[in-house]
């Protein structure tokens, strides 16, 4: 995916609007506020009664593609308004979860070959498959939706779990490797490239099944697929999550050598993932408290803010090479998200004042050029120097799943009374179980 010329003329300023003033940005009542002025932008247009959700949104909220239906938005959105109707108790988000959860099984899931279908055309309730390649990404992504379906109290998602999960086994469990492999043909014959990313996707949808659930089948595998990333494979390049292997699982250093700004197979170490996977690991440290897990964390983190925090502009580049030289300048939205939701995380953690200036930082810089705070939500991607390419916000895969998601994080595990977050999701749960 080539990005036009950083100099062109016409792009411009990221925000033109004034930036609001924020007393805190640790403060429960931001994030939150935040989380629904997210879910407002979205709010007038996502629908689409016919089935699942548009995919594709200008800055102004209008939908400029309403027939191609990807499957990582489809299940995100699942994931976004579940996590909605726990912490806000609105019924028509928990109708919305279920409204996505049927067009998953409905239009998504291909019964003759017993995959989920990548990339659709829905036109007047009829699909029309456009990529059925099978992804275990995509894969993780429908585990995640269905765990936080269960968890938000929607009981035909608990069987999907288990269900999803097995195929997800049976069709990319490599066990000699104790890893995933991470492309199929639609008749499920399996590529030789392996990558890391589908990897940390499953990673975190196994943490969440297990937290459904409390199966701990999915904790194992959550935590041997983390140690070997994490720890093994990082060995072999630099101590850092490199993106690329071959099938024997040795670094891939060229792939996509020249396509840096790739949507799912970039090339080069993205800092976004070092943070990310950091917070999975802190995340895993809940429910399994290994001695490795913090040390490991701190590291990836403090790398990805060293080798990719634009000092002159502010936020985090998109990419590094092995060579520690920024290979992509561009500033995507997720990357700040995680790498936020991960600095609260270790702020709270260690104590550590250190990782709460981060956590101030990143929200400074994207309080002031990534949030619109015109229309709502976040822009996808900005010049080095904080200009936008283009006016299409969000689209597919983006649905601000991370944003919201880096919110929710911090107010139920960072913040002094997350305990009182945990509890008003689970109130909401409880609810869901009384009107079911």
Request: glycine fraction near 6%; proline fraction near 4%; charged fraction near 25%.
């Amino acid at each position: 995916m080539t990005q036009p010329d950083p100099l062109h003329p016409a792009l411009h300023p990221a925000n033109d609007t004034a930036v609001p003033p924020v007393d805190s940005f640790r403060s429960r009542d931001f994030l939150l506020a935040h989380v629904e002025d997210t879910l407002r932008f979205y709010a007038p247009n996502v629908l689409d009664p016919s089935g699942g959700f548009f995919h594709f949104f200008r800055d102004d909220g209008s939908v400029y593609d309403k027939t191609t239906r990807h499957l990582v938005s489809s299940c995100r959105y699942v994931f976004n308004y579940a996590m909605a109707y726990r912490q806000f108790g609105d019924p028509q988000h928990l109708e919305y979860a279920r409204h996505g959860l049927r067009f998953l099984r409905e239009a998504h899931w291909d019964a003759q070959h017993e995959g989920y279908d990548w990339e659709l055309e829905w036109h007047d309730g009829k699909k029309r498959t456009l990529d059925a390649t099978r992804h275990c990404y995509g894969l993780a992504f429908v585990l995640l939706a269905y765990s936080h379906a269960a968890m938000a109290g929607i009981e035909e998602a608990k069987p999907m779990i288990g269900a999803t999960f097995e195929l997800m086994e049976h069709r990319f469990w490599d066990a000699a490797a104790g890893l995933y492999a991470d492309e199929a043909s639609p008749e499920w014959r399996v590529s030789s490239y392996r990558g890391q990313n589908a990897n940390m996707h499953s990673t975190e949808a196994l943490l969440a099944a297990h937290e459904a659930t409390g199966h701990l089948v999915y904790l194992d595998r959550a935590e041997r697929v983390a140690s070997n990333i994490t720890l093994r494979q990082a060995k072999l390049s630099q101590g850092l999550v490199w993106e690329h292997f071959h099938a024997d699982w040795s670094v891939d250093w060229h792939y996509n050598e020249e396509d840096s700004s790739n949507i799912f197979r970039p090339w080069g170490f993205q800092p976004g993932h070092q943070t990310e996977w950091a917070k999975l690991l802190l995340i895993l440290e809940r429910f399994r408290p290994l001695p490795w897990l913090l040390p490991r964390a701190i590291e990836l983190f403090d790398a990805a803010m060293t080798h990719a925090w634009d000092e002159d502009h502010g936020g985090l580049y998109y990419g590094f090479g092995p060579d520690g030289t920024v290979c992509d300048h561009d500033k995507y939205f997720w990357v700040q998200a995680e790498t936020f939701a991960t600095a609260a995380l270790l702020g709270k953690r260690t104590g550590n004042e250190r990782f709460w200036d981060w956590y101030d930082e990143i929200w400074r810089y994207s309080w002031a050029h990534f949030v619109d705070h015109k229309y709502g939500a976040w822009y996808r991607i900005l010049t080095c120097d904080n200009r936008k390419y283009s006016d299409e916000k969000s689209p597919a895969g983006k649905t601000d799943y991370h944003t919201m998601g880096a919110c929710y994080e911090v107010l139920a595990h960072a913040l002094p009374d997350g305990a009182q977050a945990t509890a008003t999701t689970a109130a909401a749960s409880n609810s869901a179980e009384k009107t079911k």
